[in-house]
């Protein structure tokens, strides 16, 4: 199963779009994001794509009620509190919007842990665990807007970068 990754959205809708575009046609039949998806209308393009979506909140996500309410209107789109834990296709995975936040013993007991916050591409293997941040969909920071491409199976990434 492959899996789109993003985080730190910061409301810049067309970015959005085109990375959404970009993991629905390179197979992704679920997106995950990190946090930081700001304003409730940047779900827009998720809910336009018709494809699931899980998610945690952010330090700068300012109406998480906006934004539980948006993500309600889509396919499947589901937002938590940061950390939290799902199994999705028999692979325990984490998503947090601060790694920090989380205890070694905690990530070492997921396949898959995916993060964001420091607004750049970072990927690790800890064990049997790959540890992601798939850079800052926005672009606001480093000028270049990135998401993800995972392979539950094979643990393949594919970095996307407008």
């Known amino acids: 199963m492959r899996v789109g990754i993003m985080a730190d959205t ?19 039949s679920l997106l995950m994001h990190a946090g930081d998806h700001c304003s409730p209308f940047s779900l827009t393009p998720v809910n336009d794509a018709n494809i699931p979506m899980l998610g945690v909140f952010g330090r700068n996500d300012g109406d ?5 309410a948006v993500a309600a209107q889509g396919v499947g789109t589901e ?6 834990s799902f199994e999705v296709s028999g692979k325990q ?3 947090v919007h601060d790694i ?18 420091s607004h ?12 992601l941040n798939p850079g800052e969909a926005c672009g606001w920071l480093y000028g270049s807007c990135t998401a993800a491409l995972v392979d539950l199976d094979t643990r393949e990434v594919e970095i996307i970068k407008l």
Do not use: N, W
């Open 120 to 131: 750049q591409v970072e990927m690790k293997s800890r064990g049997d665990t790959l540890i």
């Open 79 to 84: 937002l938590y509190e940061s950390p939290h």
């Open 10 to 28: 910061h409301d810049r809708v067309p970015a959005i779009a085109e990375l959404v575009a970009r993991m629905v046609a390179g197979g992704a």
């Open 100 to 117: 920090g936040e989380v205890h070694q013993r905690s990530l070492d007991k997921h396949h898959f842990v995916f993060h964001g916050s």
């Open 64 to 68: 998480p009620e906006g934004l539980a």
């Open 93 to 95: 995975i984490l998503i």
